[in-house]
């Protein structure tokens, strides 16, 4: 099914102006995640949300202006293909903390950068059999 025109700028408007209001709101002053004053695990959060906003909304895009159809596999994909690569993206932003107590930081490992890995492994492996099976 194809959208109209109208709807498809009307959607694509939206979803733009989100990132761009959040981006202006949360990420790139002073007020959120570069506010010194803020727990680094907060910012780590808020560093990984605006990833998942972005990565859905590259999607939303595709959906609106590039392919006629999405595959099911993608959609299937699109809640852990756009949440997890936040917690790596996030887990690179100066001032973040991927650990959120310091029993946690005493393991050693950050368990939810290794979920993330894993979890971003399991789904491409989904999507690329499923590919393959078309």
Do not use: K
């Amino acid at each position: 099914m194809t959208l109209p025109r109208l709807s498809r700028w009307l959607l694509g408007v939206s979803v733009m102006g989100t990132v761009v209001t959040v981006a202006v709101a949360d990420v790139f002053n002073a007020t959120h995640l570069f506010n010194p004053d803020w727990p680094a695990h907060a910012r780590f959060h808020i560093a990984m949300q605006f990833t998942a906003l972005c990565l859905v909304s590259l999607v939303s895009l595709w959906a609106l202006f590039g392919a006629a159809r999405a595959g099911q596999a993608w959609l299937a994909a699109l809640a852990p293909a756009t949440f997890w690569p936040g917690l790596l993206v996030a887990w690179m932003v100066p001032g973040t903390d991927p650990y959120a107590t310091e029993a946690l930081r005493s393991t050693g490992v950050p368990i939810n950068i290794i979920a993330a890995v894993v979890f971003l492994g399991i789904t491409g492996w989904g999507v690329h059999l499923a590919r393959h099976r078309e």
